[in-house]
């Protein structure tokens, strides 16, 4: 554990009035400490942000939460050769079914697995589509040593499907672990909160497009800036994303703190810049706990039409975030 370290956001505000939910405090320096065990050292192997989720990117997302089978919110998968006598309770692991109805000139799918480490040391975690081959599930990076196993952590996976074993139509997965690797009670586990799967297409198919107007790439923004998105689709626009890439909290569980800083909850985005449903596609980001940021920003949006297609569109980049009169710092505090 030498290698564990403590990160708290901590923001000065210098003899300043700070309202929320109407009260006043007048105060030196205010401090929101959130406490989140990272480590220092990094494994290689697949990384989490592999991904085709990306400026460009033309899909669709296809969200499992359920039905759950052995919990009330929530998925177990057990180790099927685990010793411990409770794990029979929960054997065997469920096998799900997902339907994708559209693989016209699709040409790339991945699934994104909402992760929690609840028995630590589970390893060798797998998934496998229609009976196929298992596909291992990447671990988070940046853990430290040969066994990031042996923490617990709250993460979003990526796996890439070959194409060949998805169907048109009702599809079947199912998930399994080995045992545990440390802190060994007979009882390999693991739970899933959430499936998104992404069919990526060539971007000749039919999709809303669009982008972001405002800011523009080299400018620099400031306390609670506005992002415009120009978008259209012949079939309707449902919402619009905006997602930045910057340095934050790490809520992806992956201890990449400088990211596209966004997570899933049952597949629907959270930690996000904003979402918004109605032209005009603006939003006023608060940044009111937005670490400072000594490296340039860039920011893309996702567009949503009503038949569920999406288009990312290009990032500005080159964004230069500025305070005046305050500060919010990231801190490693060591142990």
């Known amino acids: 554990m030498d290698n564990i370290v403590y990160k708290a956001i901590i923001a000065s505000a210098n003899e300043k009035k700070v309202n929320r939910n109407t009260e006043s405090i ?25 991904t085709g989720f990306a400026p ?21 998968v057990t180790d099927p050769k685990a010793s411990h006598s409770g794990a029979k309770e929960f054997l065997p692991n469920p096998v799900n079914r997902i339907t994708i109805d559209d693989l016209d000139l699709a040409v790339k799918v991945e699934v994104c697995i909402e ?3 609840c028995h630590t040391g589970t390893h060798n975690k797998r998934i496998r589509l229609n009976g196929s081959e298992w596909l291992s599930i990447p671990e988070a990076e940046e853990i430290p040593g040969d066994n990031p196993e042996c923490y617990q952590t709250l993460a979003y996976p990526i796996v890439e499907i070959p194409l060949s074993y998805v169907n048109e139509g009702v599809n079947t997965f199912e998930l399994t672990t080995d045992g545990q690797k440390c802190y060994d009670f007979g009882w390999g586990q693991f739970i899933i909160y959430g499936v998104t ?8 198919k039919n999709h809303p497009i669009g982008a972001i107007t405002v800011p523009a790439s080299g400018t620099t923004i400031g306390e609670n800036p506005v992002i ?12 619009v994303d905006f997602i930045g890439f910057y340095e934050d909290f790490n809520y992806k569980g992956d201890n990449i703190w400088r990211q596209w800083q966004f997570a899933l909850n049952n597949g629907f985005l959270k930690h996000h810049l ?24 860039k920011i893309m949006a996702r567009i949503v ?31």
């Open 56 to 76: 460009g990117a033309v899909l669709r997302e296809y969200r499992w939460y359920g039905p759950w089978v052995n919990a009330s919110i929530f998925q177990r």
């Open 26 to 50: 007048d105060q030196k320096i205010l401090i929101i400490a959130t406490i989140f065990l990272v480590v220092l050292s990094s494994i290689g192997g697949l990384c989490f942000a592999e």
């Open 274 to 297: 904003g979402t918004v449903y109605n032209e005009p596609y603006s939003i006023t980001w608060n940044t009111e706990w937005v670490p400072d940021q000594d490296k340039p920003m």
């Open 115 to 117: 992760s929690l480490q």
């Open 228 to 239: 415009t998105v120009a978008a259209a689709s012949s079939d309707g626009i449902k919402r």
């Open 305 to 335: 039409d009503d038949k569920g297609m999406q288009y990312i569109t290009p990032a500005v980049e080159d964004i230069r975030f500025t305070r005046e009169d305050r500060s919010v710092k990231l801190y490693t505090v060591p142990r």
């Open 197 to 204: 799967f992404r069919i990526f297409y060539d971007e000749s």
